[in-house]
Each structure stands twice: as structure tokens, then as C-alpha cells.
């Protein structure tokens, strides 16, 4: 790819939170193939390098940075021995995520804590922590992942689509607060993807029918499918693009 291309990442270094396996690996994967260095960040030090060596094996580069999202003390650090020891932070993807289901009248707190600390307050997190030191340099790229459930619903999931409807609006929030030091900040919306979170509903025939008769493109996402709208939300091309919400979902939001 030349270097002048508008979707170039050569010269970056992008951060991507639960990187060790799904669609945090396929992305870090993408972004490396166009250019960018990658710092692998999950709670499991093992997995990551397992994720490591596996971009290694194709000549990407790549290291790790193992710390929990959800301990906002931990990010701090984890972002402050980054920009020291690695270099500068010019992408974050922020995408570590769960799920937890069950009836909405039996949801456990502990699953409601839970999904709250990881899929919201990590983002918030790691957005701040990373935002510190993109803002004095002026420039900067932070894709938060959200989900087709950042505007649907369905039976079993309320609180997993609260988070993923608050990172929506953190996300737009954080465009206003820092677009005008430079900084891009918005989400990926993923669909259903073929992912191991989505292991059980891949595999149940009467869903995935559901799925195939609800979804426009007839059929499930595969992961590699995210990387051009991350490479674009993360490069030059979106230079103008702030605080929107790039649907990635075969246009099961487009149609009742």
C-alpha cells in the first residue's frame, strides 16, 4: 500500500483492548496489514502472547500490554508504561466486551455489575487514560465497539444492550468534549457475527434460520469483515468523522 494512501496506517501504534481472541484479534490483525504497530492489551498475559506470535508468524508487529480494563488504576498505569517504554498511543480500539443472558426479571446483580464494569466503565477508562496524552499532541483515533444492540433489543439481553446503548452516547459525549483538539472519536457496530461469544447462537438451528430470514444479507457476519470500517474509522480517510456510529450488520437495522 503506498504511504500516501488515505488509508494508510504505517507509522501508527494502535491499542486494542481484548485482543486476545474474536474480533479484538481479527482488528488488530487488519489494522497491522495496513501498517500500524500493534500493542495487544487482555487480561490473560498467556493468550496474549499466544496472539502475539501468531501476528509474528506473518510479519506483523506486534507486543503485548496485559491489564484489566475494569481497574481503572491498572489502565492508568498500563497506558502510562505504553507511551513510555512502547511510544505513543495514535489509535485506541476499544473493544473488550461480554455477555451475560438471562430473563430480565432474574438477572443476577452480579451479572449487571459485571457487564457495567467491562463493557461501559473500561471504555470510559481506557478513553480517558488514552485521550490524556492524544489531547497535548493534538491528534488521535478512538473506535469504541458498539453493536447492532447499541439500537435493538432482544428477549434475554436487556442489560448487555444498556451497556452497548451507553457506549453509544459515551461515544458521541467524548466527540464533543475532544474533536476540537484534533482527536476522532467514534463506534463500530457490529451485527451478528460468527464469534465464540456467539458460539451457542451459531450453533442453534432455530436461531441462526431466525437470524438468516431476519438479516437482509441473509446469513451471519465473519469477523474479517470489520477490518475496512476500522481501518477507515482508524486512518486519515475519516479525518472529518466524528462522533457517528458505522453500522456493520448486513442491514438488519435498515429493515423491519
Known sequence: MPENSLFSLAGKRALVTGASRGIGLTLARGLAEYGAEIVLNGRDPGRLEDARVALEKDGLKAVTAPFDVTDQNAVIEGV?????DVGPIDILINNA????????????RADWD????????????????????MIPRG??????????????AR???????????AVKNLTKGMATDWARHGLQINGLAPGYFATEMN???????????????????????????????A??????????VNGHVLMVDGGITASL
Do not use: M
Open 155 to 165: 428477549p434475554g439481553i436487556a442489560p448487555y444492550t444498556a451497556t452497548k446503548g
Open 139 to 152: 491528534r488521535g483515533k478512538i473506535v469504541n465497539i458498539c453493536s447492532v444492540q447499541s439500537e435493538l
Open 199 to 229: 458460539k451457542a447462537l451459531v450453533e442453534d438451528k432455530a436461531f441462526t434460520e431466525w437470524l438468516c430470514k431476519r438479516t437482509p444479507a441473509a446469513r451471519w457476519g465473519q469477523t474479517e469483515e470489520l477490518i475496512g470500517a
Open 231 to 240: 481501518v477507515f474509522l482508524s486512518s486519515d480517510a475519516s479525518s472529518f
Open 80 to 84: 502510562e508504561a505504553i507511551e513510555r
Open 97 to 108: 466486551g461480554i455477555q451475560r443472558r438471562a430473563p430480565l426479571d432474574q438477572f443476577k
Open 114 to 133: 459485571a457487564l457495567i464494569s467491562t463493557n461501559l466503565n473500561a471504555v470510559f477508562f481506557v478513553g480517558q487514560a488514552v485521550a490524556r496524552h
